[in-house]
């Protein structure tokens, strides 16, 4: 039996890794899942796979887990400690899927103890690159991507050598405002930024796609994981979400990967991997689909994608600020508090203010990202209030 362990299972990931799971009975022994608010459905995830311990992210949702696996004989524990310590069991293969840099010292706990990471917590790569590459090699533990575009980059580099690699580019859908007028952006509401054109994805991160912030993320994330440096790195508009990305060569010859717009492929890559095991996913028909189409991103409409090559030049822990700072304006923004186009105005204005005061300098373990993450959620929290005052 291979042990497993599922952190952010009541998540959109969560929910798509925990399907594919209790598809394949008596292959794994899932070790714990971890949720947050939504104890109903961590608890009857944690039924249906007969799991060893169930972990809520928040205290005040203790009580009311504990009620709904009563006599189940299931473990329960909430807080961020009790994640860690979720992490840390021993397991075979971890999903790391929570949101957000609070999926962070969960994943580094899950490296520490030596098993595969699944990775879809692109966050974590952006805050502390090195800290999670550094702590899955020294404890002999490897980490495998989620994220579409980095599942079809590792997918296409397989058997390749990474010192022949030219370019690698990324696709974006464009997310749901890629034909609106830029004049309309300002006035964007957070329901319509809710709604991606292609993929069924948590609400952050689906209006992280409106604003290109996810794009912004994943070149980070690219840059992270696979030691490309920024400039061999693009990304390109491709509306149909077909093509995921593509990696091309010093032989000019280019290989892409292209599946449905649907995460279970990519999670089963990994779950699977080095295997490739059937998937039930939707089949391209390609002659149907008919055309595929590409365009250049226009810097000027989506600021993110300037500010992540900023980023990424800065080095250190820019990342670590970029990140909290689109986090605490996202907030804002599904708070009502700010604009759509205030988000990246904010992060901006943050990454330029904490690079002003040193913040950004110092050597990245989980104690110096945490600090720049603290400092630069309460700069942006201050810019919001001014915003609206
Ligand atoms: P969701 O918002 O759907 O789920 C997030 C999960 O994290 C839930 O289990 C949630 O619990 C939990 N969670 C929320 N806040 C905290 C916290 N402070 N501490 C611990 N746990 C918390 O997100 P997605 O599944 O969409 O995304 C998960 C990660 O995967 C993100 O990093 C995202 O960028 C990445 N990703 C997602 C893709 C997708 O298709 N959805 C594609 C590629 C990458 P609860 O809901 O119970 O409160
Ligand atoms: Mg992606």
Redesign the pocket.
């Known amino acids: 039996m291979r042990r497993v362990t599922i952190l952010?299972?009541?998540?959109?990931?969560?929910c798509n890794t925990v399907s594919l799971i209790a598809e394949d009975p008596g292959t794994y022994e899932v070790v714990a899942l971890?949720?947050?608010?939504?104890v109903a459905?961590?608890a009857e995830q944690a039924r249906k796979l007969g799991v060893g311990l169930a972990v809520t992210?928040h205290e005040e949702c203790h009580d009311a887990l504990k009620s709904a696996l009563a006599g189940t004989g299931i473990e329960v524990a909430a807080g961020?400690e009790a994640?860690v310590e979720a992490a840390q069991r021993p397991a075979d293969w971890t999903m790391s899927?929570?949101?957000?840099a609070?999926?962070l010292a969960p994943g580094l706990a899950a490296l520490a103890q030596g098993g595969t990471l699944a990775l879809?917590?692109?966050?974590s790569l952006v805050c502390a690159g090195p800290l999670l590459m550094e702590t899955a090699r020294a404890a002999g533990a490897r980490i495998l991507p989620?994220?579409?575009e980095h599942s079809g980059v590792f997918q296409a580099l397989q058997g390749e050598d990474v010192a022949a690699v030219e370019r690698v580019v990324i696709t974006a859908s464009g997310g749901a405002f890629r034909d609106w007028p830029v004049e309309r952006l300002a006035m964007a509401t957070v329901a319509e930024a809710s709604s991606h054109p292609n993929?069924a994805?948590?609400?952050?991160?689906t209006i992280d796609s409106a604003s290109l912030f996810n794009k912004a993320l994943e070149l980070i994330e690219t840059h992270q994981y696979f030691g490309i440096s920024p400039e061999r790195i693009e990304a390109v508009i491709h509306p149909e979400s077909l093509v995921h990305a593509l990696v091309g060569f010093r032989d000019g010859g280019m290989i892409a990967h292209l599946g449905p717009p649907d995460?279970r492929h990519a999670i089963g890559y990994a779950l699977n991997w080095p295997e490739r095991r059937a998937v039930g996913v939707e089949r391209l028909d390609l002659a149907k689909i008919g055309s595929l189409t590409f365009s250049a991103p226009d810097e000027g409409r989506y600021p993110a994608l300037r500010l992540a090559r900023a980023v990424m030049a800065a080095g250190g822990l820019a990342g670590a600020v970029f990140n909290a700072a689109k986090e605490q304006a996202l907030d804002g923004f599904i708070a009502g508090q700010i604009g759509f186009l205030d988000m990246a105005s904010i992060v901006e204005d943050v990454l330029a203010k904490l690079a002003g005061e040193g913040h950004m300098g110092s050597t990245i373990t989980l104690e110096t990202v945490m600090a720049a993450d603290g400092a630069a959620r309460r700069a942006a929290s201050e810019l919001i209030d001014e915003r609206q005052g």
Do not use: F, H, Y
């Open positions: 952010g299972a009541t998540g959109s990931i969560g971890t949720g947050g608010r939504n459905l961590l992210a961020p994640l899927a929570i949101v957000g609070a999926g879809a917590n692109k966050e989620v994220d579409s993929w994805m948590g609400q952050r991160i995460m």
